[in-house]
């Protein structure tokens, strides 16, 4: 069965900084591996998704993500933090052939100015 | 044109009430889910619906009861309600079962008193 772990449950970052969220998986056969942001009292919205092709995935307002095999891994960054970046992310995954997608207790991006 | 929609947005009830939450997407997805965010953000599975069949059913309390009259829309009823219910619940859509990405309504944030 697959897994999902999001390491640190709050991250704060200065306005111009590096943004680095991170996931951990698992799973007992090839993933798909998304991340969403949440904003206040909004329903999740996607940022970007792995799904076998290209290990470095590119998604909305800057964000990227790199699928590493050998660590089990799906970290979110951003080069340079925004203060509308402030938001609750998740990190998901589901298994190929799969029913459903397995959510992180998700990550607290707080952006100081 | 919301792409998934549902209501109320907001929900307050007294305990032992039955309530019903409504949901449709246009998107003309097959499957379509309900999922619970408790008050700590974190984000479980309580039903999946592919093609109207139901294919998850996540260890819910009975007194939850999903309903899928078509392919766009997927109701949850809740007998007898508990304090222990008070969440956000969130429908959402993906094209294909656990392998592309969910599209959320905005939730419907139950409290029950």
């Known amino acids: 069965a697959q897994s999902v772990t999001q390491l640190g449950s709050h991250v704060s970052v200065s306005e111009g900084a590096l943004v680095l969220l991170r996931c951990n998986y698992s799973s007992s056969v090839p993933p798909y591996l998304f991340w969403y942001v949440q904003y206040p009292n909004q329903g999740l919205q996607l940022l970007l998704k792995?799904?076998?092709?290209?290990?470095l995935v590119k998604g909305i307002n800057g964000f990227e993500a790199e699928f590493k095999k050998s660590e089990t891994s799906f970290h979110l960054t951003k080069p340079s933090a925004h203060m509308s970046d402030a938001a609750e992310y998740f990190c998901a995954v589901s298994e190929t052939g799969g029913f459903k997608t397995i959510f992180g207790a998700g990550t607290r991006l707080f952006v100081k100015a | 044109d919301t792409a998934v929609s549902q209501t109320p947005k907001y929900l307050v009830t007294q305990m032992g009430n039955d309530k019903s939450i409504k949901c449709e997407q246009n998107?003309?997805?097959?499957?379509m889910y309900w999922y619970k965010q408790d008050s700590k953000k974190f984000l479980k599975i309580m039903f999946s619906?592919?093609?109207?069949?139901?294919?998850i059913n996540e260890t819910v309390p009975n007194r939850f009861s999903p309903k899928s009259p078509d392919k766009a829309h997927l109701n949850l009823h809740i007998n007898s309600l508990e304090l222990g219910d008070s969440a956000v619940y969130f429908c959402?859509?993906?094209?294909?079962?656990?392998?592309?990405?969910?599209?959320f309504g905005q939730g419907t944030r139950l409290t029950v008193v």
């Open positions: 959402a859509s993906s094209f294909k079962i656990g392998e592309t990405e969910a599209f």
């Open positions: 619906y592919n093609n109207k069949e139901l294919i």
């Open positions: 998107l003309g997805h097959d499957t």
């Open positions: 792995y799904t076998s092709a290209a290990t």
